[in-house]
């Protein structure tokens, strides 16, 4: 059963409290698999007509009032500060924005830590700052579908005069959803609260709809400030998309160094993740792969941290328990539930083997768009950038950094492997995904979209 078979099957509209009309599919719609799908940066030359092009591209969005039907393909829209800019919002919107969208992620870099080989500077042109006015993503279940989405997006923009295509990038997984090192994605993603799925196994609750959609209330009770007037913030959402290039073959070569034979390999590999490559939780399996728990979104995600404090069978440090402790007991005091996020992240390039090597990296062939959706996304990036993934503070292992996405820089990092009767070091990491752009973007709801291309501040009198 796919994910989104599953979410129907649990789907009850009787306890629906959001206004999934007005909000975007793509924050509820989980991704089709297998997936195929186009991201494509856009920049606007003229307000009027890329206000033009939102008005009509609104009519192909999907609302969250279908968010489980079937479809074949569906589109989102997201927009930058300096595409509000672009399209004439009035000076009184654009400073009710936080700061950090408003500045942008590239000049975010020191609070991201992107630093190095992940700084601005070697950034992809698509992502240069005030580049990327509008990212419009476009999920489909196949080829086929996504031509004919494709082509529908394409046709609105060749009519639009004033805006230019800056990048597409396509992507897509087969039916195992796994990311650049064979590894199955997005598995863990929170309960929204009135969304009319319940809490599934392994959560304790469904989470205030507030974490995720501007206007409800969040998980202290009041709503997250949102972008005034109420017609603009309200049901949107804020977007963090991240593009990394990944080195599968530096990932293949510091696992083959540090373990002997194919079973010891595959455990180690699966100790950096928190999970075996089929999607397994180690807690669940913690000796070896189980294809058919990972592949069981009924238990796949059933699991908390309470009989494994010490880390023995997945590691404190592993990434997935990195970036959802759960229950875990850390040493510096977190709120979890407020930085948990929607992930719809997207892999592109060759599927994973086991022999590629160090010396097939770099060619920009391989990577993922790290993407999530939370309506304090840029409060809850730059705390795990700076807390939990280039630190180790809160899990008492000083500078130790995240193994997969963490930034090593010149010196290469550690991976502490909890182990009876004494813990193992494992030295020689090296960064395996390298940021090569991204940029903060607000995903506003249809109504908000059809506000902006009709310039409704102006009846407003804004």
Known sequence: MTVIERLKTLFNPEPVTLQLDDIQALILRSRPEPYVGLHAMLHIDDAAGG???????????????????????????????????????????????????????????????????????????????????????????????LALAVARAMAELDAAQGVTLVATHRFGADADAKNPFGFRDSISQPAVAGSGVPALPGQERAIAAGEFILGEPSETGAPVAMPEPAVLGRNGSFVVLRKYESDVGAFNDFVRANADGEAAQEKLAAKLVGRWRSGAPLVLAPEHDDPALGADPQRNNGFDYAADPKGLMCPHAAHARRLNPRDS?????????????????????????????????????????????????????????????????????????DAMVGLHGDEPGSFTLPQQPARRRVQGLTTFNHLKGGEYLFMPSLSALRWIADAGWRESGG
């Not at 698509?126 to 006015?133: R, V």
């Not at 709120?335 to 060619?363: E, L, M, Q, Y």
């Open 51 to 145: 206000r033009a092009l939102l008005g009509r591209l609104s009519a192909h969005i999907p609302s969250a009032a279908g968010w489980t039907e079937d479809r074949d393909a569906w589109i989102g829209v997201a927009l930058s500060h300096a595409g509000l800019v672009a399209l004439g919002l009035p000076d009184a919107s654009l400073k009710s924005f936080p700061l950090p969208f408003q500045q942008g992620m590239a000049a975010r870099a020191a609070q991201l830590r992107d630093t190095g080989s992940n700084a601005p500077e070697h950034w992809d042109a698509a992502f240069k700052p005030g580049t990327c006015h509008v990212a419009l993503t476009i999920y489909a279940r196949d080829d086929a579908a």
């Open 329 to 401: 007991q850390l040493t510096i005091l977190t709120d979890v539930n407020i930085h948990r996020i929607i992930r719809r992240s997207s892999t592109f390039g060759p599927k994973w083997t086991p022999d590629v090597t160090a010396a097939d990296d770099g060619r920009g062939d391989r990577g993922i768009f790290f993407i999530f959706i939370s309506a304090r996304a840029y409060d809850t990036i730059e705390f795990l950038q700076q807390e939990w993934i280039n630190r180790g503070n809160f899990i008492d292992l000083g500078t130790e950094r």
